[in-house]
T-cell receptor, first 106, second 118 residues
Framework: DIQMTQAPSSLSASIGDRVTITCRAS??????LAWFQQKPGKAPKPLIY???TLQSGVPSKFSGSGSGTDFTLTISSLQPEDFATYYC?????????FGGGTKVEI | QVQLVESGGGVTQPGRSQRLSCAAS????????MHWVRQAPGKGLEWVAV????????YYADSVKGRFTISRDNSKNTLYLQMNSLRIEDTAVYFC???????????WGQGTLITVSP
């Protein structure tokens, strides 16, 4: 199985900060990597797929990069609505696997 | 608009069975693969199973293989998850999700909670 490791597991940030979350795959997954945002009691919301493609309707302050084993999600200017938990997920091979999540707090 | 609505959750006991449903609307259901993903209380996301658009190709997570069965009825635009021999560790919110054109999960339902308790 492909293991997905996210870092950090949590972070504290302020409004307007630039935030970067990293995700590492235990083996190469090309660009078959997605990022999701989840708020308490809600379903995950797709942000990015194919490592760097913004899901329709997602603001451009979110960006993704990487290929192979190392990936990043960047939020350019943190706003109150961005405080949430973020997950990466590989869809290169079954079983599909998620990272452990990064909780972004004020 | 795309809508996925899960149902069938509730409280049950270890060893019992439960069937979840996911009613789809707003898109041609019979042309999309569908997934189940779960999330235990306070934990991360865990992929459970996938079924191809025609039901012919299915994969499961090892944690549910042999106990859970994913299926679909394209005439009813509905996805199912039959869960047998339930365990306490199956307690989770179960989400259905569509596999989009980019092969990622592009739409999710709101989830349904299964609680397995003695």
């Amino acid at each position: 199985d492909i293991q997905m490791t996210q870092a950090p597991s949590s972070l504290s940030a302020s409004i307007g900060d630039r935030v970067t979350i990293t995700c590492r795959a235990s083996q190469g997954i090309s660009n078959f990597l997605a990022w999701f945002q989840q708020k308490p009691g809600k379903a995950p919301k797709p942000l990015i797929y194919a490592a760097a493609t913004l899901q329709s309707g997602v603001p451009s302050k979110f960006s993704g990069s990487g290929s192979g084993t190392d990936f990043t999600l960047t939020i350019s200017s943190l706003q109150p609505e961005d405080f949430a938990t973020y997950y990466c997920q590989q869809y290169d091979d079954y079983p599909l696997t998620f990272g452990g999540g990064t909780k972004v707090e004020i | 608009q795309v809508q996925l609505v899960e149902s069938g959750g509730g409280v049950t006991q270890p060893g019992r069975s439960q069937r979840l449903s996911c009613a789809a609307s707003g898109f041609p259901f019979n042309t999309f693969a569908m997934h189940w993903v779960r999330q235990a209380p306070g934990k991360g996301l865990e992929w459970v199973a996938v079924i191809s658009y025609d039901g012919k190709t299915i994969y499961y997570a090892d944690s549910v293989k042999g106990r859970f069965t994913i299926s679909r009825d394209n005439s009813k635009n509905t996805l199912y998850l039959q869960m047998n021999s339930l365990r306490i560790e199956d307690t989770a919110v179960y989400f259905c999700s569509r596999r989009g054109g980019g092969q990622h999960f592009d739409y999710w339902g709101q989830g349904t909670l299964i609680t397995v308790s003695p």
